[in-house]
């Protein structure tokens, strides 16, 4: 076995290697009607598989591309599989959308060899742009059989449909949550707000009663996903064939966008990002609730903050109350690619298959939720044996997972990149984000077009 590290890759922040080891569900993502493997420089051809043709296989070690958290997973495959060749190479994972991969596949493709045969992302939008590049190979025309692929939650593997075709693999899931600290909410006689409402009335409560203790954060960039894509708010639904949809200022958008602001005022929402020093240093020890996702238990409260055991808890996600219809947001993603150049076409889906379902990484040892339901319930499992969280997670996780709104689409673009750039700043100033989110708007419709989507209203 070979490790090497791509250090031109490895620009991963100290926010996004956190980010990318626990990362996500999926929710409906229309592409267009991309051509199949084989399109484009360097592709293979049409023909067996349902389209797809294999490339010409040949001895060899098995290349297999993950960011630093997946390199445990590459390891303990091949500890598992001695007489299997590999050489396991680490880069950033796309974290933080760093467009890494595909450049590196561009490049291939003008050479016509480098292609890795098996690829990592912390992303869920790889396929965006993966299909179209002839990069990855669909698995559900041979390569996987329906009997496996069935395991996966509901929607996980949405992301990574392309016109009925499946082209990658959901690692994990990133549904939120609402993680609370369950011996100061009862001591204080608070009650877990179910809605919307009653989280904004916690909030004006804790200003009032409790000041400096918090009910959230609004410093992060991906807050638009835990907050504004629960909120149904339509900022980039994929409808067809490169187009979208963008509506940032409709009343879903606003009503979410104003409880927000309100809580931000009363200084119960922090400004501040909960990775930031300052944080861990000054108010990770007074967080009364924080709706995030199912990695925040683990990676935040008690890797980051290093919150005792029996104190954090999770409930479902608030909803709008009279609103029937449940749905949660996701922040960030994992997918395990298969490229459609592989010349050791069996050892990679082999592994593919293995490092998605196997319960000896997925259940016992993935940091994050997995996207496999039968290795998700090990994994609960296992969170409930380390005696850590004050209840039973596994009633709103499990549930969560299949509650993702599915009107917030997977552009090629980064929304947390977006607003970032639009919303973050002009919060900082004083502004408002419902003052912000015709800005947000238009920033996403230019992103959108630069990558060549039809935007609508």
Same mark, same amino acid.
């Given at each position: ?185 009862k001591k204080w006689g608070y009650e877990v707000p179910r809605t919307w409402e009653d989280f904004e009335a916690l909030g ?24 504004? *894509? ?188 977006? *607003? ?38």
């Amino acid at each position: 076995m070979t490790v090497k590290v791509r250090a031109d890759g490895a620009r991963t922040s100290g926010r996004g290697r956190r980010r990318a080891a626990f990362v996500a569900i999926g929710s409906a993502f229309v592409l267009a009607a991309a051509a199949a493997c084989g399109s484009g420089s360097g592709g293979t051809t049409g023909g067996a598989q349902g389209g797809f043709r294999e490339a010409p296989q040949t001895a060899g070690p098995l290349t297999v591309w993950v960011d630093s958290t997946r390199l445990a997973a590459a390891q303990l495959y091949q500890k598992q599989h001695p007489t299997v060749k590999m050489d396991i190479v680490t880069y950033d994972g796309d974290a933080n959308g760093s467009n890494y991969l595909q450049t590196k596949v561009s490049l291939f493709n003008r050479t016509r060899k480098g292609w890795p045969d098996v690829v990592f992302s912390t992303q869920n939008n790889e396929a965006s742009w993966a299909v179209q590049a002839g990069f990855t190979a669909p698995l559900d025309k041979g390569l996987i059989p329906q009997s496996t692929l069935s395991g996966w939650a509901k929607g996980a593997n949405a992301p990574c449909t392309v016109s009925g075709t499946l082209y990658c693999l959901r690692n994990d899931l990133s549904q939120t949550v609402l993680w609370y600290n369950a011996p100061l909410m009862k001591k204080w006689g608070y009650e877990v707000p179910r809605t919307w409402e009653d989280f904004e009335a916690l909030g004006q409560k804790v200003a009032a009663q409790h000041p400096g203790y918090l009910v959230g954060s609004a410093g992060d960039s991906f807050t638009p996903e835990i907050y504004m *894509w629960a909120g149904k708010c339509g900022a980039n639904q994929i409808t067809g064939p490169r187009s979208i949809t963008v509506d940032t200022t409709s009343a879903n958008c606003t009503r979410m966008a104003s409880l927000l602001d309100t809580l931000v005022k009363t200084h119960t929402m922090t400004m501040s990002s909960v990775f930031s020093s300052d944080f861990d240093k000054n108010q990770a020890g007074k967080v009364l609730t924080l709706p995030g996702p199912a990695w925040f238990g683990g990676a935040l409260f008690q890797g980051t903050f290093k919150t005792p055991a029996g104190q954090i808890a999770a409930a479902p996600m608030p909803q709008w109350s009279g609103d029937p219809n449940l749905t949660v947001g996701n922040v960030g993603g994992g997918t395990w690619l298969l490229s459609a150049h592989s010349a050791h076409i069996k050892a990679a889906t082999d592994f593919l298959t293995w490092v998605t379902t196997a319960d000896d990484y997925q259940g016992k040892v993935a940091p994050g939720y997995p996207a496999y339901a039968p290795a998700a319930r090990t994994w609960l499992t296992n969170q409930a044996s380390s005696h850590y969280y004050a209840n039973d997670i596994s009633g709103p996780l499990q549930a969560a997972a299949g509650q993702v709104w599915s009107g917030w689409g997977y552009g090629q673009f980064s929304q947390e990149a977006i *607003w970032a750039a639009t919303v973050t700043p002009g919060m900082t100033a004083g502004k408002t984000i419902v003052s912000l989110l015709p800005a947000w708007k238009t920033a996403v419709a230019n992103y959108a077009r630069a990558d060549g989507y039809k935007v609508g209203p």
